[in-house]
Every structure is written in C-alpha cells, then in structure tokens.
C-alpha cells in the first residue's frame, strides 16, 4: 500500500508537471478544451439554438452569458489523478490501457454534464452557480474519478480470478491487489 501511494504521488507530480509545460498546453490542452466547448454547444443546440462555441467558450448569444472551460473545468486534472491511480496499482498493462481509455471517457462524459448544467445554472441563479462549481461539481467529479478506479480494480480482480481459474470471488466488501491475500 506504501508503494502504491508513492508511485501514485510520483505519476502524479510527474503528469501535473508536463500538463503545466507551455508546449503541452498550447497543442494538448487548448485544443482539447476548444473542442470541449463544441462538443458542450452541439449538445445544447438539440434543444436550445441559442448556444455557440467561441474558442474555449459555451456562450448563450440571446442571454449574452457564457462559461468559460479554464483549467481545472476542462476534466483533464481529474483524469490526471486517475491514470495516476491506474498506472500505480499492480496489474497487466492491456488492463491498464483499457482502465485509462474508458476512464477518460467516463470522466469527460460527467464533465460535459457539468459544464451544460453550469452553463444553464449561471443563466438562473448566480448563487446556486457558484456553490455547484465550486463545491458540488468538484466533488462529483473526484467521486467520478474514486468510482471509475474502483471499478477498474474490481474488473481486474475478476480477469485475473478467471484466469486463475479460481471461481470464488473474495469476501464481499474487500478489495485487494493482485497476489496479495485478502483480509477475512
């Protein structure tokens, strides 16, 4: 568990800090977010022709009001944290590339969801705005984030159960790592 926390803290800072390279953010993440916005304006437009994308803008031309996809809101960070957790924690590589593919997928999905929500929550109420983007959504996207890695977990308890031959699941509530016993 030692190592599993200071390998996860090391991919981490190691992630965090190319994300932070201007190289990185100029081609990865400023296209990534622009295209977050289109994708966000696309999906509103199915039932309000108001919304446009302007760069990394969701913007309602007819309310004159707009979000802004800045970092930390574009859902990279979050996925940061989980390949993080998923590239620390013992297990095959082709399970670990599938947990990252359908993790980014998983998290961004919940992302869009909160930026339409937020972009129709600023257009009602500021205050109820305010606390969704600062408190709710940030801890339902790490709650995202915590879900999708144990789900991943367990998926890979089950392939490595099957391939063992081993068909009897272990207790019910524990979670281990491979080739390590489980606590009864």
Same mark, same amino acid.
């Given at each position: 568990?030692?190592?599993?926390?200071?390998?996860? &803290?090391?991919?981490?800072?190691?992630?965090? !800090?190319?994300?932070?390279?201007?190289?990185?953010?100029?081609?990865?993440?400023?296209?990534?977010?622009?295209?977050?916005?289109?994708?966000?304006?696309?999906?509103?437009?199915?039932?309000?022709?108001?919304?446009?994308?302007?760069?990394?803008?969701?913007?309602?031309?007819?309310?004159?009001?707009?979000?802004?996809?800045? +970092?930390?809101?574009?859902?990279?960070?979050?996925?940061?944290?989980?390949? =993080?957790?998923?590239?620390?924690?013992?297990?095959? /590589?082709?399970?670990?590339?599938? @947990?990252?593919?359908? @993790?980014?997928?998983?998290?961004? #999905?919940?992302?869009?969801?909160?930026?339409?929500?937020?972009?129709?929550? !600023?257009? /009602?109420?500021?205050? =109820?705005?305010?606390?969704?983007?600062?408190?709710? /959504?940030?801890?339902?996207?790490?709650?995202?984030?915590?879900?999708? /890695? &144990?789900?991943?977990?367990? =998926? !890979?308890?089950?392939?490595?159960? #099957? *391939? *063992? @031959?081993?068909?009897?699941?272990?207790?019910?509530?524990?979670? +281990?790592?491979?080739?390590?016993?489980? =606590?009864?």
């Amino acid at each position: 568990m030692v190592r599993f926390f200071f390998v996860f &803290l090391g991919i981490q800072l190691t992630l965090f !800090g190319l994300n932070m390279l201007n190289w990185v953010q100029k081609h990865l993440v400023e296209p990534w977010t622009a295209m977050l916005a289109k994708i966000c304006a696309f999906l509103v437009t199915w039932f309000d022709k108001s919304a446009v994308a302007e760069g990394k803008v969701l913007w309602n031309h007819a309310s004159n009001f707009g979000v802004s996809i800045e +970092a930390g809101c574009n859902g990279i960070e979050a996925c940061i944290v989980l390949f =993080a957790a998923i590239l620390a924690f013992p297990s095959t /590589w082709r399970h670990k590339i599938i @947990g990252m593919v359908l @993790g980014f997928v998983a998290v961004q #999905a919940i992302n869009i969801v909160r930026v339409i929500s937020l972009f129709y929550l !600023g257009q /009602w109420n500021m205050t =109820a705005f305010n606390f969704a983007h600062e408190y709710l /959504w940030q801890a339902l996207i790490m709650l995202d984030v915590l879900v999708v /890695w &144990l789900v991943w977990v367990r =998926a !890979g308890q089950r392939a490595k159960r #099957a *391939d *063992d @031959g081993s068909d009897s699941p272990p207790p019910s509530g524990s979670i +281990a790592a491979p080739n390590e016993p489980v =606590a009864a």
